[in-house]
Every structure is written in C-alpha cells, then in structure tokens.
C-alpha cells in the first residue's frame, strides 16, 4: 500500500497544492523547505483528513485556525471558507482510495480563531469494476482503520523528535499497547470481552438459583447442636431438682422434732438489735433530763428566796405602797384626744381631773416600784416553770426508768435463749443441717425457674430447627435446577481461561518477535555489529542495547544510533504488523551529519525498495552526505515554496 | 446595765469539764444560773475577770434570778436593787463561790460527787420514789 496523492485546499498555508507521489525502482520522496514553509502541517493535514487532529502543531499554531488566515480575513458576512484535505491511496491490488476530509471555517465573532461547522469525512473505495463506492460516518473510519490504525499511527507518521527520543518519551504501557495492536488479537480480545460477560452472567444466574445450601446445612447443623447442649442443660436441672427435692425430704424429717436453733439465735439478734436502740433512745433521753436537772437545782436553789421576795412584794402591794398597774402612755393618750379608749366616749372635765391626777401619781411613783412590779411578774413565771420543771423532770425520769426496765427484759431473754441454745445436743449438726435444707431450698426455688426457662427454649429450637429443615428441603430442590447452570458457567469459565491465555501467548510472542526483528534490522548494519552485541525487549517492555563490552544502555546510544534503534524497531512493527503503509517523516536528520547521515540515509534508502518513504527536509539537512545517497535513488525532489502567501511546490 | 458577765480565769477548766459532761449541749448563760444558785449563800470576789455571758442573751425570767439572788445577799434591800452594777456583781460573786463548789466535786474524775450533787438537789424537793443513785448513774 502506498500514498499515490494528497491534495490540500484552504487547509493552513496551503490555498491549492496537490502532492503527487509517482511510481519508480524506489519510492523515496523526498521535500525540502524551510521552516514555516508547511512541512509539519503536510504531516498534519494527512492527520488531520484520517483522525480529525493533528499531533504535530508547533505553538504558534495553536491558536491559529485550520482554515487559511488570508482567505479568513476576506471572508464577508455570512460567507464561510472550505477546507478540504484529500488523502489518495492504492492498496496491494492496486486499486484506489480516496479520504476526503472537509469543513467550513467563518470568522469567530471576537476575530481571534474561527468557528467550524460541516466537519465530515467521505470516502470513496474503487472497485475492481472501477466504480467509486462512497463511505461516510462510521463505514468511512473503519477503511482509515484498516491502513492506518489510530492508535499506532506514530508508527507511520512522526518527526525526528520522535525518532531521536522513542524510548525515552514512551512509557512501557505505550510500548506494550503498540505490540498488543501489532500482534492482530483484536479478535481475541473481543472474544475474551465477550466469554467475560457471558461467564458473568452465568454466575449471576448460578447465584440466583443456588441457594447457598452449605450455609444453610451449616446452620441448620448449628441449632441442632444448640438443642443439644440446652437438652443436656434441661436434664442436668431436672437431675439437680430430684436430687434437691430428695434431700430437701430427708432434712425435713430430720429436723422435724428438732429445737428451730436458727430462730432462736435470730431472736438473740433482734433482741440485742432492740437492746442498742434503746441505749440510743436512753442517752438522748438522759440529755434532755440533764437540761431539767440543772434548770431545776436554778429553780430549786433559789426557790425559797423567790417566793420570799415575791411575798414582801405582794405585802406592799397589799399595803398600798405600791400604785396599781396604770398604763401611762394609754392615760396620756386619753387626755391628749379627749375620748376613752375603752368606752370610745368623751370625757368630761372631771374625768380629765381624775386621769391627770392619777398620771400624776403615777409619774411619780419611783422607778423601784416599776421594778419590782416587774420582778413581781417575773418571779409569779419562775415559779410556774419550777411546778412544769419538776413534771418534765419526773416523766423524762420515768421514761428512762421504763427504758432501763425493758433493756433488763431484753437482756434476760437474750440470757435465756442462749442456755438454751447452748443446752442442746447435737446443736451445731442441727444448725448445719438447717443451713443445708435453707440452701437446698434456694436451690430448688433457682432451678424450678431455670426448668421453665430451659423447656421455653426447646420448643423454640424446635420450631427453628422445623422450618430450617423446610428451608433446607427446598434449596436442595433448588440446587438440582443450579447444577445447569453450574456446567454452564464451568464451561465459560475455561474457554476465558484458554482465550485470556492465547491473548497473552500471542502478545509474548510477539515481543519476542518485536525483539528479534529489531535486532535483525539494527545489527543487521555492520558498523553497528562492531559496537553492539545485542538487543533485548524485556517481559516489561523495557528496550535495551547492550555494548559489545556488557555494558547495557539506552543512553550510551549517539543521537543516530538512537533514531537508528527507533526506525530498526518501527521497521519490526511494519512487518509484524503486516501493514504495508508508508513511512512520512518531518525532519529525520536535523541532528545528524557525517558518517552517522550517510548510514542513516543509506539505510532508510535501502527501505524505499520495498516500503514508500516521505521525508520532509530543511536545506540543512538536504546535506552532501544524504544528497549523495539519496540523488540516483529518488522518485521525488521537490521545493516547498511560498507564493503569494501560500506554500506550494516546485520541482528542483 | 452590764453588758458582759464575768467569771474568774481559773475556772475556765472547769466550765470546759461542765461542757463535756453535757455533752457540750448546755450554754454558758445556763452554767452560769447553776454556778450562781449554788453559790447563793456565800458570794466570792472575782480575783481576774474572765468573759463569760453576754447580757443581752439572758432572758427577763433570767434576769430575775440573778435579782433574787441580789435581794437575797444585800440584806433584803431593795432600794440596792436600783443598782445594777451592784445586782450583777453580786451574782458573779454568788457564780464565783459556784464555780468552786463544782470544782470541787468534779476533783472526783467519774464526776459521782457532782452527780452525787445534782441527786441531792433533786431529793430536796418532794417527788416520786428515787430510790437509789442508779439512774444518775447513767446520766453521763
């Protein structure tokens, strides 16, 4: 397969220009033109007719529309420039394809880029009756598929970035990814995808129809074993209540006749339980007597003299020494108002006389008689209180006495019942045996409840474990219909198995010939022989030169030597690919000159006997070395100019 | 009127023994009444004065005790009683021979001679049958 045309309208600098690619005893094409001429945007434009991109835009360029800037500028309202980039192909049976890709630029509203709008690629196939069969949409991208696959397009068109750089800018994922489009397991891995899915499913529906019958055996196992402990529990408490109640009998008759020690030796307690609280109560008691009694020796001391004193008072009263009790201030009230208080009536003038005389008497009085009024009255208290004293006094003793008397009743009961106690044979036996029956007791009392605990929890295990076994019944059911299903999904599994493992075989096979090939290719030059002895593509896509002196590196390589080993490794993936398309390259030997220039150019001359080569030079490069190998192999020499602001091409 | 009554200095270990006999439930204006009616007979001057009720903490029926015991110690006087330095000296006089009457009966250190003290009072006046020292026994 060769590119026999690409013609380019509108596309960047390119207004008309039509790159012809004629047939001869080589096909080696080469054109030179200085930067900015277009010879980026040629490898652009091919990319850009068969995937819609291009790979190769310097800066600059970004910004820049597709669309030739001169024609933009002159387009008018309304008025849209086309582009149009034809890529002319002939297969190995020499017939013809054209891919046509087109879209109409107008100016953007801000002048900067331009807005695009029926971008579409159409292309036309020949058929062996020389009829043009058009393809559009998806039919059009799988024939671009078909010679030139997408994603190794860097094996067909790259620059000399690319060749000097491969192996340092490609990761070993891009590595493999290349081998694995090269190895053609496209169809095998579909096939995998496929069986993957289906194996899926057919697990689903296995998962949907088994119904897990371990688990459910295992549980059904679990309460059965469950039951069987609580059984176990049951009959040992049922054991437990015989024993129990047996005993509980025999200690029965044997402590029929005998004394109830334990209730005696409770009463003890109680008794000296009583005993303290009483000694509590009686010294509470005894404080409140302490307080009568020292009130009452006050009272009692002085009681003689109080009732003296109080008689000498009483005897001047009696005598008249001393003025009755006359409220003063209420006398001078009644004088200042003119109104008795008592009878709220006037008071006449002889009243008045009265009321001031008797005030007058009273103010009078010495303060001594107020005074001993007012002991009078104090002492008439003192002496009350002396009667109620000795009444409190007398209770508080009683009730000590009563506490005093009860503590002596307690006390002999307590001596009582301990001689007794203590007088019985055997006692301490009576007493332990008495224990033992109280325990026992407690202990049938505990295992009573446990015994309905325990029979509650064997009708329910019961019920559990009858609805298991109904649930266990059904899923073996189940699991007769899931045994299709099984084989079924078995069998997916194990053609996965061998597709997955022949993808995989097919890839390693590969890389080894990928390997291999690229040795041939890069040994196969002589002055390479004499430096290196061996290349080597590892399980992880990890390419390596060694050096005829063991030393191993990528980055021992000069710069041709690198692009060397890049082209010897693409030139692998060309054969192995079985893909015959051409090799465009932009600016192969920018780096080179001397004898690394002849070889290269001497080697990728020697490959446009079999395969179509398109280099795109700079005059730099167009050197003695390459002219000179190149000059009597050559189909195609042409200029890349600029005329009238557009590139074209003119012949040398 | 006084505001403060006093008691001599060297009796302070004694009104403290009083207190713990008492279990610290009687107050120093009660003390004093005791120490006073037990003294009446044979007032004692205060040698060193030492702090012990405040006047205002006596009750009237209180203070007419202290009167008695004034009346009775200054020849049945009363015009004496206008006095209340007086009326108030004599009963801490009075307090005064008290104090040492309870010392003396609490030299004994299971206090029977004070309690012994307290059952003879008791028996001047006419009550019930106390037959014997028993119940006193119990009073501490």
């Not at chain 1, 496209?186 to 289906?198: H, P």
């Not at chain 1, 041709?560 to 398309?581: C, K």
């Not at chain 2, 009104?15 to 004692?44: C, R």
């Amino acid at each position: 397969m060769r590119i026999t045309k690409v013609t380019l309208k509108n596309y960047r600098q390119y207004q008309d220009c039509e790159y012809s690619f004629p047939t001869g005893a080589w096909d080696s094409h080469l054109f030179i033109g200085r930067n900015t001429r277009g010879k980026s945007n040629f490898l652009n434009s091919i990319n850009w007719c068969l995937y819609n991109d291009e790979p190769h835009l310097k800066d600059k360029d970004q910004s820049l529309p597709i669309s030739n800037t001169d024609l933009l500028k002159q387009c008018s309202d309304g008025d849209s420039v086309n582009v149009e980039v034809m890529v002319e192909i002939q297969d190995d049976d020499g017939l013809y394809i054209q891919y046509k890709r087109s879209a109409d630029f107008s100016p953007a509203d801000n002048s900067v880029g331009a807005k695009e709008k029926n971008n579409r690629l159409k292309v036309y196939r020949q058929k062996s009756d020389n009829r043009w069969e058009p393809y559009e949409n998806q039919q059009a991208q799988t024939l671009v598929e078909m010679y030139f696959p997408h994603n190794i397009r860097e094996i067909f068109f790259f620059n000399g970035e690319l060749l000097n750089n491969y192996f340092t800018l490609s990761t070993s994922q891009r590595l493999k990814n290349t081998i694995t489009v090269v190895s053609k397991i496209q169809m095998l891995e579909v096939i995998v995808d496929r069986l993957a899915k289906i194996h899926d499913k057919k697990m689903k529906e296995l998962s949907r129809h088994s119904p897990n019958l371990k688990n459910i055996e295992k549980e059904l196992e679990g309460l059965k074993l469950e039951l069987d402990s609580v059984r176990n529990e049951f009959d040992e408490i049922d054991d437990q209540l015989t024993k129990a109640n047996k005993e509980k009998i025999e200690l029965d008759k044997e402590l029929q006749s005998s004394v109830d020690i334990e209730a005696d030796e409770k009463d003890i307690a109680e008794y000296k339980n009583k005993i303290e609280a009483l000694a509590e109560m009686k010294k509470n008691k005894e404080i409140q007597f302490n307080h009568n009694a020292v009130e009452y020796i006050v009272l009692q001391y002085l009681h003689d003299d109080m009732e003296e004193f109080k008689s000498l008072i009483d005897d001047l009263r009696r005598k008249n020494q001393l003025p009755p009790p006359v409220n003063s201030e209420l006398l001078e009230q009644v004088l200042n108002s003119g109104i008795c208080k008592i009878c709220n009536t006037d008071i006449d003038a002889k009243k008045r006389e009265y009321i001031s005389k008797l005030l007058k008497t009273i103010n009078t009085s010495s303060d001594i008689v107020n005074m001993l009024m007012e002991q009078s009255n104090q002492l008439t208290s003192n002496l009350n209180s002396f009667k109620k004293i000795v009444k409190a006094k007398d209770t508080t003793l009683a009730e000590i006495q009563d506490m005093n008397k009860l503590i002596n009743d307690y006390d002999l009961k307590i001596q009582e019942l301990e001689k007794k106690v203590l007088n019985i044979p055997n006692r301490e036996e009576i007493k332990a045996k008495r224990i033992r029956r109280r325990v026992v007791e407690d202990s049938i009392a505990r295992n009573n409840r446990m015994y309905g605990v325990k029979q509650l929890e064997i009708e329910k295990l019961d019920e559990l474990i009858a609805k298991k076994q109904e649930e266990f019944d059904k899923a073996l059911k189940k699991q007769q219909i899931a045994g299709k299903f099984k084989v079924e999904m078995e069998f997916t599994e194990k053609l996965l198995k061998i597709a997955q493992r022949a993808k995989s075989e097919l890839i390693e096979e590969t890389r080894i010939e990928v390997q291999e090939k690229t040795k041939d290719h890069f040994l196969a030059l002589n002055w390479m022989r004499k430096n290196y002895s061996d290349i080597s593509l590892s399980k992880d896509y990890e390419l390596n030169v060694i050096h005829r002196t063991g030393y191993s590196g990528i980055g021992s390589l000069s710069g041709s030597e690198t692009a060397l080993l890049t082209l010897s490794y693409i030139l692998a993936l060309h054969e192995l690919s079985n893909l015959s398309s051409p090799l465009i390259i932009d600016t192969p030997t920018y780096n080179m000159d001397g004898e690394n220039l002849t070889n290269f150019s001497n080697v990728l001359s020697e490959i446009s006997k079999s395969k179509q080569i398109i280099l795109l030079l700079t005059p730099k490069e167009f050197r003695n070395e390459l002219e000179n190998v190149f000059t009597p192999r050559l189909t195609t020499l042409k200029y890349i100019e600029s005329e009238n602001n557009s590139s074209v091409l003119k012949e040398i | 009127m006084p505001e403060i009554l006093y008691c001599d200095l060297s009796f302070k270990p004694v009104i403290d023994e009083i207190g713990e006999i008492f279990s610290k439930k009687i107050g120093n204006k009660e003390i004093f009444l005791l120490a006073m009616a037990l003294g009446i007979d044979n007032p004692t001057k205060i040698k060193k004065r030492y702090t012990f009720v405040r006047h205002s903490y006596l009750r009237k029926d209180e203070i007419s005790l202290i009167y008695t015991c004034a009346w009775k110690n200054l020849g049945h006087d009363v015009n004496s009683l206008l006095d209340e330095k007086v009326v108030y000296d004599m009963a801490e006089q009075c307090a005064n021979t008290g104090f040492r009457i309870i010392s003396n009966h609490l030299k004994d250190s299971q206090h029977q001679l004070f309690k012994k003290l307290v059952l003879d009072t008791l028996k001047k006046y006419p009550q019930p049958d106390i037959d014997d020292g028993q119940e006193f026994e119990d009073i501490s």
